[in-house]
């Protein structure tokens, strides 16, 4: 079972994927954890530059960037999350497929369509939880928790609004997909999250 945590900067999701690894484990599950994009992604020099660039990137570099992020995603399931689920083990992943949908769209890319199809081999997710929460509230968390370390896409208003408009809107695959608030106490969302995984596998079980 492949469940993918997506939502924006701040939101929450890796924290919850912690929270929930800790409840299935202690369910006796073989759980195992990542995340994407790859290192191999995120320290190429352009890919910096698409998250610190003051103006948008011109549209053929974002397209070929968002080549390279399918690239590194097929590679990623192949190499590491693939193996793992042939074992029958549980993965949860820091972000997947929408988030490159989401973010890509939003950059500047509108063809929907394309970012899709250049995805086409990556497996959808068997689940996806949306953290939902205001980009204010989002921005304010990055910000007290490490200012420095932000690039400037994290703490663009504008486009964090954008980005979360979309991953609302879903302009993908609707199977699974659960929407939820990211500003209730963590136990709250811990255990709405932990109701879904649980019937997502008594569902396997019938």
């Given at each position: 079972m492949l469940i993918a945590f997506c939502g924006i900067d701040g939101s929450g999701k890796t924290t919850q994927l912690k929270r929930v690894q800790s409840e299935l484990e202690s369910m006796q599950f073989d759980v195992y954890t990542t995340k994407q994009p790859s290192n191999w992604y995120r320290s190429d020099s352009r890919v910096k530059q698409l998250m610190n660039s003051e103006n948008d990137l011109d549209e053929l570099l974002?397209?070929?960037?968002?080549?390279?992020s399918a690239a590194d995603r097929l590679r990623h399931y192949q190499t590491e999350i693939q193996p793992i689920l042939k074992r029958g083990s549980i993965v949860l992943t820091d972000r997947y497929v929408f988030s490159a949908y989401a973010y890509f769209h939003a950059r500047?890319?509108?063809d929907m369509e394309w970012l899709i199809d250049i995805n086409k081999y990556v497996p959808l997710p068997d689940m996806t939880i949306f953290l939902d929460i205001p980009v204010e509230i989002a921005i304010d968390r990055i910000i007290s928790r490490d200012v420095e370390s932000a690039n400037?896409?994290?703490?663009?208003?504008?486009r964090m609004n954008q980005i979360r408009e979309i991953f609302l809107a879903q302009p993908w695959s609707k199977e699974n997909y659960y929407i939820i608030d990211g500003t209730q106490q963590l136990e709250m969302i811990t255990a709405n999250i932990l109701s879904y995984v649980k019937n997502y596998l008594n569902r396997l079980e019938v």
């Open positions: 974002l397209r070929e960037l968002a080549l390279f500047g890319i509108s400037k896409e994290e703490l663009n208003k504008d």
